[in-house]
């Protein structure tokens, strides 16, 4: 039997601060949150019940370079949803691309994600 995808781990200066803004960008609720030997740590999901989660752990290390693995959102209505997230504290990344149907922010420790368009446009 395989295994189950559970979790996404989001290493952060701070989690508790980041997770809570994932949280509201997401609509997801915070499903576990404490301390451990590394520091704070905050998990959240969709639903309590519902896999996959999101697991912010505490991180001393910096970010330095583009994320290998990021995010993509597809709103409704990119451009009211990149204004809502610019508005939480998000802003625009520039990671070299080009004319391209998605738009990249980076949320308040960096990250970078995408907010896709439609489909079409991908």
Known sequence: MPSRWEQVVV???DPVRLARWWAEA??????????????????????PDELPGLLFTQSADPKRVKNRLHLDLRPDDREAEVERLVGMG??????????VGWVVLADPEGNEFCVLGDRKGR
């Open 11 to 13: 290493d952060a200066a």
């Open 26 to 47: 997401l609509d997801y609720v915070i499903v576990d949150e404490g301390k451990d030997d590394d520091g704070d740590f905050v998990e959240i999901r969709r639903r």
């Open 90 to 99: 998000a802003r625009p990344a520039d990671i070299g691309q080009h004319d």
